[in-house]
């Protein structure tokens, strides 16, 4: 029973995880016993969960930002229309069934009865409210509605969603819409969103939603706590009642945190402590496959790198430049040594379970530093350059260690790289949108759809408005980004898969990215906790529990 809040209800005094005196119910005398002992058949148990991560959420507004610890933390507070269950499949959520009635128009029946966590209803208005919130300029999910054109009201409980052309997969594309409720943003301040550092209101700190949990205390850097919210309109299937997150940026003190017992999971797990996790009574390792894809970007727009020893030019313009460095860095050595064993290398911006995969395609082409030499010569810096690469600390697995390798491999053809390694929320206001101060840069990206649509769309596509956002190095190829706008539309499999092969086979002729891995997703939890690990690396506390 250690830390496992047990409630039962006898006649009308409510029992806690405490030890019972004697008590007298009519002719029944109970003596001092465990409240455990005698606990009623069917009785439901509930329970505290801790985890802890290496660094924090952002903000508590969910279109802040685009990144899975705070996807994952909020996913539980705010819900979309539809939802992934454990495969990963579509299934409703906020709306209970949903149909084409034309070429480009999807209807949703709302679910009916659904109260908003201030008590307050659910209604088509809080739909359409949301859809102007991430649409606007600011939105960090716009591309997950890129291709909607409009959302109109049918009744309080229906409405259409207009799509600006055929749209295969809208339904997993709005699942990365999480509703707000209009009232509450109004009320607070918040119906428009802001850019972290940029502005300022209650949704950055506060958050209301219709989902399992309610926000409890919020103490950035620090801990975030859940509540179990009684009104919600689901069943949980875990038993946990209050969740506490915790920042532990020291991996040697999260792995300490889990031994001993003041965790109940701990994730990210450090590689090297993995063995050790493995042979400890009563913890246990969770490990799959994970959808996301660790990736290196070049700054390909600037006229002049920001932080390189190059002036007047940019050196990374010249794809010679970059198929030099792709053919520099020894990702198997990587996936081996610095992530001993937990990376699958990849040549693809997206893995294997991403709709659209093809593993012909997915091949490295080999480390050849002579030619790398050669590619550098023949562009004009034949005695390499200096340049800076930005990583988080705090966010992937290893990842400062990732690219401090890969400084020491681009110095065999003599580049000499300064790795400048910061807690991802630092770097991520550095080098995602809107600042785009970067030059050169390790990040991960996870498709939330699923599909390799999402990966074009958001780190491939030329920047446009409500594309291209999370395309920090400013790729840009017209004829990708036709093919990327007809992948959007295309009906027919057949041919969708052969224009996203098609479009990948070009990124891969530019040296538009340099792919790097997919990491293996590593929790460690005590014996006590059954949960199920999603390959998106998410953690729903809906399915948690504690025994």
Request: aromatic letters at 8%.
């Amino acid at each position: 029973m250690s830390r496992l809040i047990a409630t039962a209800r006898l006649g009308s005094i409510r029992l806690g995880a405490i030890r019972l005196g004697a008590i007298r119910f009519g002719a029944i005398r109970l003596a001092a016993i465990p409240l455990a002992a005698i606990l009623l058949a069917g009785t439901a148990h509930a329970a505290t969960f801790k985890w802890a991560n290496d660094g924090d959420m952002r903000a508590m507004d969910p279109y802040t930002f685009n990144e899975t610890v705070q996807n994952t933390f909020l996913e539980n507070i705010y819900e979309p229309l539809v939802r992934h269950n454990k495969k990963l499949d579509i299934e409703p959520a906020l709306a209970t069934a949903w149909e084409q009635t034309g070429p480009t128009t999807w209807r949703f029946h709302l679910r009916q009865g659904v109260k908003w966590q201030d008590g307050t209803p659910f209604t088509a208005a809080d739909v359409l409210f949301t859809f102007k919130r991430a649409t606007s300029k600011t939105s960090q999910l716009i591309t997950n509605v890129a291709s909607v054109r409009d959302i109109r009201k049918v009744d309080d409980f229906t409405v259409d969603v207009e799509t600006k052309g055929p749209d295969p997969i809208l339904p997993a594309e709005i699942q990365g819409m999480p509703i707000m409720s209009e009232a509450w943003c109004v009320k607070n301040n918040s119906a428009e969103n802001v850019i972290i550092g940029a502005g300022e209101n209650f949704a950055l700190r506060n958050a209301m939603g219709t989902g399992p949990y309610r926000l409890g205390i919020r103490e950035p850097d620090r801990r975030s706590t859940l509540d179990r919210n009684p009104d919600w309109w689901d069943k949980p299937e875990g038993n946990v009642d209050h969740v506490e997150y915790n920042v532990i940026s020291n991996a040697a003190t999260r792995v300490a945190a889990l031994l001993s017992g003041e965790m109940d999971l701990i994730y990210t797990v450090p590689t090297q402590d993995i063995p050790r996790i493995e042979k400890t009574p009563g913890l246990k390792l969770i490990q799959g496959p994970e959808l996301r894809t660790i990736f290196i970007g070049m700054d390909q727009v600037r006229d002049e790198l920001l932080y390189s020893s190059v002036k007047g030019k940019n050196p990374f313009k010249d794809v010679r430049v970059r198929e030099a460095f792709a053919l520099a860095i020894d990702e198997p050595a990587i996936a081996q040594r610095v992530m001993r064993g937990q990376a699958r290398p990849t040549w693809l911006m997206y893995g294997p379970g991403v709709n659209g995969f093809d593993a012909g395609l997915n091949v490295r082409p080999a480390v050849d530093l002579a030619k790398a030499k050669t590619l550098l010569a023949d562009a004009g810096y034949p005695e390499g350059f200096q340049i800076t690469l930005d990583c988080s600390n705090d966010r992937y697995v290893n990842d400062e260690a990732i690219c401090t390798s890969i400084g020491a491999m681009l110095a065999r053809i003599g580049i000499k790289v300064d790795v400048f390694a910061r807690t991802k929320v630092k770097f991520f206001t550095d080098a995602n949108y809107p600042n785009y101060k970067t030059s050169f840069y390790m990040l991960g990206w996870t498709p939330s759809t699923y599909d390799a649509h999402n990966v074009f769309t958001n780190l491939i596509h030329s920047r446009g408005p409500g594309i291209g956002l999370n395309n920090n190095e400013g790729y840009s190829n017209p004829k990708v980004d036709a093919l990327i706008d007809e992948i959007g539309i295309e009906l027919d499999k057949t041919r969708r898969l052969s224009k996203i092969n098609e479009a990948s086979k070009l990124v891969q002729s530019d040296f538009g990215y340099i792919p790097l891995h997919q990491q293996t997703i590593v929790w460690a939890a005590r014996q006590n906790i059954e949960l199920t690990q999603p390959a998106d690396n998410t953690i729903p506390m809906r399915w948690v529990t504690v025994k």
